[in-house]
């Protein structure tokens, strides 16, 4: 079973940058494809990118296609979300979680400054 743990999020400045951690214990992650999502208050939660198993495949969602950049370090275990220019409707809680298994992490908060 994966346990995934988010960090990095925080209050940050439109136009500035951030950068979301995703760690993962109990099992490699290198056999999952990883997801970020957000959820905003009062929304559904929200696909933003996505990761293919061995990083060589990324899609994004079209409002952060340019701005956001999914990578990840199998050798780490982690999977990172960069957020560059970001915007106050960025504002949510971001979570991670893995394809073909049930698991998301606790999510973290990012807030967006105008």
């Known amino acids: 079973q994966v346990q995934l743990v988010e960090s990095g999020g925080g209050l940050v400045q439109a136009g500035g940058s951030l950068r979301l951690s995703c760690a993962a214990s109990?099992?490699?992650?290198?056999?999952?494809?990883v997801g970020w999502f957000r959820q905003a208050p009062g929304k559904g939660r929200e696909f933003v990118a996505r990761i293919s198993t061995t990083g060589g495949t990324q899609s994004y969602a079209e409002s952060m296609k340019g701005r956001f950049t999914i990578s990840r370090d199998n050798a780490k275990n982690t999977v990172s979300l960069q957020m560059n220019s970001p915007k106050p409707e960025d504002t949510a809680v971001y979570y991670c979680t893995i394809y073909g298994g049930d698991a998301w992490g606790q999510g973290t908060q990012v807030t967006v400054s105008s």
């Open positions: 109990g099992r490699t992650l290198s056999s999952y494809a």
